[in-house]
């Protein structure tokens, strides 16, 4: 196999060394459960919280982008 195949199968798209990845993963998985705390449960399913329009939308298109998750069947589910 071609060593520049290994390389970018490593380091991946970015290039990023093995702790940056560690971070992105951490932080990005960390801004998942505070979507799926805060506007999921919080906002969505037991309406104990308001939040902006435009809050509201970044939150529903993160956790679009990042699980697939759709709002209406969790909350169904989770009621």
Excluded at 35 to 58: D, G, K
């Amino acid at each position: 196999m071609d060593i520049n195949i290994v390389n970018y199968l490593i380091g991946g798209l970015c290039q990023w060394p093995a702790l940056q990845l560690v971070l992105f993963t951490l932080v990005t998985t960390h801004l998942t459960i505070i979507s799926v705390t805060v506007f999921l449960h919080r906002h969505q399913a037991h309406r104990a919280l308001e939040i902006n329009p435009l809050l509201s939308h970044l939150f529903r298109f993160w956790l679009w982008l990042t699980t697939g998750i759709v709002t209406q069947e969790w909350v169904a589910v989770h009621r």
